[in-house]
T-cell receptor, first 111, second 112 residues
Framework: GENVEQHPSTLSVQEGDSAVIKCTYS??????FPWYKQELGKGPQLIID?????GEKKDQRIAVTLNKTAKHFSLHITETQPEDSAVYFC??????????FGAGTRLFVKA | DTGVSQNPRHKITKRGQNVTFRCDPI?????LYWYRQTLGQGPEFLTY????????KSRLLSDRFSAERPKGSFSTLEIQRTEQGDSAMYLC??????????FGPGTRLLVL
């Protein structure tokens, strides 16, 4: 079946450094790739998304890249801050009802 | 607050009891989803409504689980004869068209 693999499962960085999280999807029909941030005790919150007709998208300190040929997409956070500490999920959707989520990356930003 | 809301936020129950959770989606959103999330995992799809019609159910959804969205607005998820393996976070999300899904805060269920 379709799946999304996410790496690493845990990432620890120093405040101010960059963090990169990578995902691979299996369904070549996927055309929408959201990223969610989940803080303790809360539901996932969308932080950025990208569609298959775009290779890169940036929003302040957050950027996402997509390589459709390799079925890879990545989240880049620059100038990390302690409040960036959370669990981050990538996801892939074919535009219908089905969205497949990765297993998550727990990001620790050390002050 | 016009986001997705879920109630209760926490539920502790004994094995064998029935529980019901409620989700109120963003008002103009016609699609509503239920997911289950266990520790260290991403959300897993359970079921999906378009307006009041339940269009898809996951194989994860045993016959002890039932969901409704009677008037195409709020939805309920009922688990009958709960088991310890049902302990998880139950998330609701809503969507309009094929745009982003917006999640509620979830209901954390603990079955003793």
């Amino acid at each position: 079946g379709e799946n999304v693999e996410q790496h690493p499962s845990t990432l620890s960085v120093q405040e101010g450094d960059s963090a990169v999280i990578k995902c691979t999807y299996s369904d070549s029909a996927s055309n929408y790739f959201p990223w969610y941030k989940q803080e303790l005790g809360k539901g996932p919150q969308l932080i950025i998304d990208i569609r298959s007709n775009v290779g890169e998208k940036k929003d302040q300190r957050i950027a996402v890249t997509l390589n459709k040929t390799a079925k890879h997409f990545s989240l880049h956070i620059t100038e990390t801050q302690p409040e960036d500490s959370a669990v981050y999920f990538c996801a892939a959707s074919t535009g219908g009802f089905k969205t497949i989520f990765g297993a998550g990356t727990r990001l620790f930003v050390k002050a | 607050d016009t986001g997705v809301s879920q109630n209760p936020r926490h539920k502790i129950t004994k094995r064998g009891q029935n529980v019901t959770f409620r989700c109120d989606p963003i008002s103009e959103h016609n699609r509503l989803y239920w997911y289950r999330q266990t520790l260290g995992q991403g959300p897993e799809f359970l079921t999906y409504f378009q307006n009041e019609a339940q269009l898809e159910k996951s194989r994860l959804l045993s016959d002890r689980f039932s969901a409704e969205r009677p008037k195409g607005s709020f939805s309920t998820l009922e688990i009958q004869r709960t088991e310890q393996g049902d302990s998880a976070m139950y998330l609701c999300a809503s969507q309009t068209g094929q745009e982003t899904q917006y999640f509620g805060p979830g209901t954390r269920l603990l079955v003793l």
